[in-house]
């Protein structure tokens, strides 16, 4: 059974920073791409960022210069560093695991004030 731990959220006033990590588990095949989905409240789920098992990256248009997607393969492990976070970052972050199959987290609340 694959699971996906997410670690991370808060709340941080405007122009803060969060780290959020997101461990997988359970998988025989390695996860080709790991990444990071949000959903704002009456909004669709968006991607935020992507990596790659060779680190190649994806971002969204309005994170890119200010968030940071890493991944350690050895540990199945992809974070996310979020500087200069805005209000309109504030949204449920779930984590995402895919190889042969598609994985979610539970998510985790980030909370931005103004």
């Known amino acids: 059974q694959v699971q996906l731990v997410e670690s991370g959220g808060g709340l941080v006033q405007a122009g803060g920073s969060l780290t959020l990590s997101c461990a997988a588990s359970g998988s025989r095949y390695n996860f080709e791409s790991m990444g990071w989905y949000r959903q704002a409240p009456g909004k669709q789920r968006e991607l935020v960022a992507a990596i790659t098992s060779l680190g190649r990256t994806n971002y969204a248009d309005s994170v890119k210069g200010r968030f940071t997607i890493s991944r350690d393969n050895a540990k199945n492990t992809v974070y996310l560093q979020m500087n200069s976070l805005k209000p309109e970052d504030t949204a449920v972050y779930y984590c995402?695991?895919?190889?042969?199959?598609?994985?979610w987290g539970q998510g985790t609340q980030v909370t931005v004030s103004s």
């Open positions: 995402n695991a895919a190889n042969i199959f598609n994985y």
